[in-house]
């Protein structure tokens, strides 16, 4: 299946639940708290803000492909229907590009590409804390 033709909203949708349990591990392992504090600490991660600035770094560096850079395009100027929470819509859409690249590494299998972005993605977000 040629995962690029899905729905980009779709890519962002697995690419949330990928980076979601990635970020679940990591602070796990790192903090071994209770669960509010690990909340606490996973909203830095997995906030929208977060993910834009992230997406918006790695972008700068060159570090996506231009295949990449099509999808994550796509997952950013893809029409969604729910509402940006506590956020403005070009934060919420560049997240959206963000989770529509994992999305897409994930389900195409690219394992080795997919886990260093996400390790890409802890390194950026703990660099700005």
């Known amino acids: 299946m040629n995962f690029k033709l899905l729905n980009p909203l779709s890519l962002a949708y697995m690419g949330d639940g990928v980076l979601d349990q990635y970020v679940r591990k990591y602070i796990i392992l790192k903090y071994q708290s209770k669960p509010n504090r690990l909340h606490q600490e996973a909203k830095r991660f997995v906030s929208a803000k977060s993910q834009a600035q992230t997406l918006e770094l ?72």
């Open 58 to 129: 790695l972008l700068a560096e060159g570090w996506f492909t231009e295949e990449e850079q099509a999808i994550i395009k796509r997952g950013r100027n893809a029409k969604s229907y729910t509402k940006a929470k506590n956020t403005d819509i070009q934060t919420y859409r560049k997240s959206s590009g963000l989770e529509a690249i994992i999305g897409f590494l994930y389900l195409d299998q690219q394992e080795e590409r997919l886990a260093s972005l996400l390790e890409q993605i802890v390194i950026n977000v703990e660099k700005r804390c």
